[in-house]
């Protein structure tokens, strides 16, 4: 069976840091663009950051650019979200999700991705 699954969220604080991750069962992430989303309460989901399979390739959405990193490591089949200086907006339900090979321009699309993880949630609160 073919899985993404996500770990590392929880509740923080505003102005702290979260790593999550997102590893695969079932298949490896070489050959994989791997997406990082997230929904929060009464939002439409949101494209946040995308890593191409050979690394060659990053996106962030404005709303984190400068706070949030994505990496890979392939030998440990996983993908990273490192996310600072939080913000009590950047509260949802966080999803990572694979497509071949590369991001693109259109790496925001949920709909080309092709295999997707059941959610971790992060919550920033004071």
């Known amino acids: 069976q073919l899985q993404l699954v996500e770990s590392g969220g929880g509740l923080v604080q505003p102005g702290g840091s979260l790593r999550l991750s997102c590893a695969s069962s079932g298949f490896t992430l070489d050959y994989y663009a791997i997406g990082w989303f997230r929904q929060a309460p009464g939002k439409e989901r949101e494209g946040v950051s995308c890593i191409s399979s050979s690394v060659s390739s990053t996106n962030y959405a404005d709303s984190v650019n400068g706070r949030f990193t994505i990496s890979r490591d392939n030998a440990k089949n996983t993908v990273y979200l490192q996310m600072n200086s939080l913000k009590p907006e950047d509260t949802a339900i966080y999803y990572c999700?694979?497509?071949?090979?590369?991001?693109?321009?259109?790496?925001?699309?949920?709909?080309?991705?092709?295999?997707w993880g059941q959610g971790t949630q992060v919550t920033v609160s004071s």
């Open positions: 999700a694979a497509k071949p090979r590369v991001c693109g321009s259109g790496y925001y699309a949920g709909l080309t991705y092709h295999y």
